[in-house]
């Protein structure tokens, strides 16, 4: 988790710098090892899911930036109907 974190910032860093080929490289990294983790972290996938999406829509990819937001929206909707199954 602390290498992907540290893959975020990269990618926050180089997305401020206006890198963006750069920035997305590293979030799909990021997201890789966050994919991978056993129980995912569902703020973490959300987080670069939504960083990538941004990227490509300003880049004029939103057929991808869309797919990442449904994404987006069906992990929080999964953790919300598990957490309202805990109560």
Request: proline letters at 3%.
């Amino acid at each position: 988790p602390d290498i992907a974190a540290s893959l975020m910032n990269l990618g926050n860093v180089h997305c401020c710098q206006g890198e963006h080929s750069a920035a997305i490289s590293f979030y799909k990294r990021a997201l890789d090892i966050y994919e991978k983790m056993s129980p995912p972290n569902i703020d973490d996938l959300v987080s670069c899911y939504y960083n990538i999406s941004e990227l490509y829509h300003e880049s004029g990819n939103y057929s991808d930036a869309l797919s990442l937001l449904q994404s987006c929206l069906q992990l929080l909707d999964s953790a919300t109907e598990k957490s309202a199954l805990l109560y």
